[in-house]
């Protein structure tokens, strides 16, 4: 079975472009997420999707990110315009329950910002 | 804001030593899970524990969750190089956006043949 599936896995660009991350989830799954791990703060929650809706995106830096779920099977991560501070590695996650369950994770999109 | 600490931050043994790290909060969890992330992967998980005081065993990993909910510990035995990778322990809290998973910062673990 197909797992999360993320791309690009790497992406270099310069300050002041933007960035697409894309994820698909796991089929069935209703909940998915996206992380930022970076070496100083560990492994972020940045927004929650239930059933296609944002339900928290406290966790989003400020408004230079964004994201969508425009189906159940797609999800983006937008930064637009990107910053050195933004290198992270960005994780999708997807969950048969999102508020009890087991999360699934991508392989990750690997961002550096110069 | 839910604080999950680790320790310890790093670890590296030899082949077939014993360790044990710890994942402490000041918090109540509703439960408790343990990941395992290797290199250019996402974390996997390895185990939920949910009730105070539960032990739970994965082959030579021992996971136990405080009586208090607040704290769990992962007990490798007779480690093997494929134990290498980062050890993510994650809570999630009773109500509200506290029930969102909080990562702890995590225990790298590198085990040398």
């Known amino acids: 079975d197909a797992g999360v599936i993320q791309s690009p896995r790497h992406e270099v660009t310069e300050m002041g472009q933007e960035v697409t991350l894309r994820c698909k989830p796991i089929s069935g799954h209703n909940s998915l997420f996206w992380y930022r791990q970076t070496m100083m703060r560990g492994l972020e929650l940045l927004i929650y999707f239930n059933n296609n809706v944002p339900i928290d995106d406290s966790g989003m830096p400020e408004d230079r990110f964004s994201a969508k779920m425009p189906n159940a099977s797609f999800s983006t991560l937008k930064i637009q315009p990107s910053e050195p501070r933004d290198s992270a590695v960005y994780f999708c996650a997807s969950s048969p329950n999102g508020l009890t369950g087991e999360l699934f994770f991508g392989e990750g999109s690997r961002l550096t910002v110069l | 804001t839910q604080l999950l600490e680790q320790s310890p931050q790093f670890l590296s043994i030899q082949e077939g030593e014993n360790l044990t790290v710890y994942c402490n909060s000041s918090?109540?969890?509703?439960?408790l899970q343990w990941y395992r992330q290797e290199p250019g992967e996402g974390p996997v998980l390895l185990v939920t524990?949910?009730?105070?005081?539960e032990v739970k065993k994965l082959k030579r990993l021992t996971f136990q969750f405080g009586d208090a909910r607040k704290d769990s510990s992962l007990h490798i035995t007779a480690a093997q190089p494929g134990d290498t990778g980062l050890y993510l322990c994650?809570?999630?809290?009773?109500?509200?956006?506290?029930?969102?998973?909080?990562f702890g910062s995590g225990t790298q673990l590198t085990v040398l043949p």
């Open positions: 918090s109540v969890f509703s439960s």
């Open positions: 994650a809570g999630r809290g009773s109500s509200g956006s506290a029930r969102q998973l909080t």
């Open positions: 524990v949910v009730t105070g005081g």
